[in-house]
Structure formats: C-alpha cells, structure tokens
C-alpha cells in the first residue's frame, strides 16, 4: 500500500465520519469476507420503548410496572431505560431497591418494599427456579413482532412480563443490502431471544442470526469463524461487545455507544449508523484495487 493512497482514503473516510485506524485496517477491510452485527444499537436505534405490560393472575399492572422500574433505576441497560421512562411517562411511582444486581445478558434483581423481586430473560427465571411456560404463548408472540419480552418474577413466582420494541435504523435495511452485493456474509449476533432476532433480521434480509449470546460467546463465534478459514468484521456499539470487536480481524464501533468498544476497534462510524461501514467498504477496496 502506498502511504499516498491510504492517507486519501483515511482522509476522505474521516469527512463522511468513518474514522480508520491505521493501514492495516483499512487493507484488512478490504479483504474482509463475513460481518457480524449486533442488533441492538447497531441495526436498531438502541433506544427502546416500553410499549407491553401483562400481568400475572394476582397482580395488577401499576404493581409490576413499580416493582419492575424501581429495580430498573439501578441498571444502565438500555431495555432498563425503557421501562424507567416508560413508567415515569405513565406517573407510576417508584421505591428504592436494595440488594440490587446485575446479572450480565440476563437480567436485575433486589429487594423493593421488602419483596425479593427479579426482572429478565427466560434464563433469568431458570437460574431462580421460577417457571415461565404459562407466559410462553404470549411472550412467543410479542417476539415474533420484533418486541423483547422479558419476565418479572416476585418472592419466586412469575408476576408478569413486560415488553419493549427498539425501531430499526431508516438507514439499516438499505446498507445491508449494499453490503450483501459488496460479497459480505452478514451474520446477527445479540443477546436477545432467538424469536425476537429473527423477527428483525427477516425484515432486513439476513439469513444468518446467532441469539441469546453472552459477551464470550461473541468471541468465541469469531474464533469458529476463524477456524472455518473466514476473515471476520465486527460491528457492535456496547461494553459487551469490546472482547468480539478485538478479536475480530476489523473491529467497526459505533461511535454513539461505549467508549470502551470505540477503543477496540479498527474502524469507528462517528454518526453510528451502517452507511459508514459501505462507506468503508467501498474506500478500503479501492485503495487496494490502486495499490495492485
Ligand atoms: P444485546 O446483545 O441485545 O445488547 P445483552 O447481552 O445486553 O444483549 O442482554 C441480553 C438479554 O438479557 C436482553 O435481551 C434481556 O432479555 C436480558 N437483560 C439484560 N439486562 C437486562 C436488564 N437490565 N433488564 C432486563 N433484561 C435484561
Ligand atoms: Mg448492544
């Protein structure tokens, strides 16, 4: 590569806000067969809104919405947003939690008004030994929209769910399109339920949709792709995503999520939106093109 064409490239890259690294990850990119996106905040708006409450027999709305919230205040969590200002909208009041936990890519739990409460996915509730098959048909069904369901549990017994719908970016569908007929395989890496996933990678058009994955298993898709001979890019915005973006052969950031994914990575999308990555492409690919 001629410095002359890479610092063009990197240039032109910086004035659409893409910013590259260095020579490598901009050769690197160019030669880059398979993407992994994460869903939330990466093809979605990473913004979720509360938008379902059902509440178990014995317990009524305001109730679990409460309990739900005040558990939430204590998480920085994107879904727990959602239902902290979903509540405040709708004037329920909140109490204080204590004993509050974080249980990464599962869920809250803690004590509100002396009542153990808990608030997650369906492998939340497994590892407390609360069952949620009664809910299942209607937590199927809110996912199948695309919305992310999520169990709320008092004193071990389900009390209900609550549901949040995170839009998809105007820009996602387009970009992935442009990337597909660019020669990527695109693969959808989140955490989120597998129903869910699907849902919105139907409607963008990708095939392949990895779900319910904790942050090591983000790498560790990386590593069986490498293994398989792939030359991997990873784009993802949030703190559990910084060990796939720097195990990947590009990592991409977007710059409107965690600092520490930013500092991961090869490539960052100031504005965050997929453009920036057929931006990339496109530049990468021509500078290799001018180099042979
Ligand atoms: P993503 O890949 O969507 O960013 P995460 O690993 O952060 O996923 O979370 C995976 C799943 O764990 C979420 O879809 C949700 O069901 C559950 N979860 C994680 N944190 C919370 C929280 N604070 N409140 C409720 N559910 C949560
Ligand atoms: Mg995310």
């Known amino acids: 590569a001629t410095p002359m064409s890479i610092m063009t ?43 379902d409450i059902v509440a178990a027999e014995g317990f009524d709305e305001g109730e679990l919405l ?22 405040q909208a709708r004037g329920t009041a909140m109490a204080d939690a204590e004993d509050f936990e974080a249980v990464t890519g599962k869920g809250v ?18 590892d407390l030994g609360v069952a ?35 839009p998809i970016k105007a820009t996602t569908e387009a970009a992935i399109r442009a990337l597909q007929e660019s020669g990527l395989t695109i693969i959808m890496a989140t955490g989120d339920n597998e129903r869910t996933a699907k849902a919105v990678a139907a409607r963008l058009g990708i095939d392949e949709v990895r779900a319910e994955m904790l942050p090591e298993s983000k790498k560790a898709l990386i590593d069986e792709l490498h293994a398989k001979g792939a030359s991997v890019a990873m784009a993802g915005d949030g703190v559990n995503d910084a060990p796939a973006l720097a195990a990947a052969d590009v990592g991409i950031a977007m710059g409107t999520g965690a600092d520490v994914a930013v500092e ?14 057929v931006r990339a492409r496109t530049l990468a690919r021509a500078t290799i093109r001018n180099i042979k």
């Open 109 to 126: 739990q803690g004590k509100v008004s002396g009542r153990s409460v808990a608030l997650g996915n369906a492998a939340m509730m497994d």
């Open 132 to 166: 949620t098959e009664s809910m299942k048909p209607r937590a199927d069904a809110l996912r199948s929209n695309g919305k992310t369901a999520m169990f709320v549990s008092v004193d071990g017994k389900l009390a209900g769910m609550v549901a949040v719908a995170d």
């Open 264 to 277: 991961s990575a090869g490539i960052t999308l100031v504005k965050g939106d997929l453009n920036g990555i």
């Open 9 to 51: 490239a990197t240039g032109r890259g910086a004035q659409a806000g893409v910013l590259i690294k260095d020579a490598e990850a901009l050769e690197r990119f160019a030669k880059v067969d398979t993407l992994i996106v994460d869903k939330t905040g990466t093809l979605t708006e990473g913004r979720p809104k509360l938008t």
């Open 66 to 87: 409460a309990m739900a919230a005040s558990l939430e205040r204590g998480s920085e969590h994107p879904l727990a947003e959602a239902i902290v200002e979903g509540v």
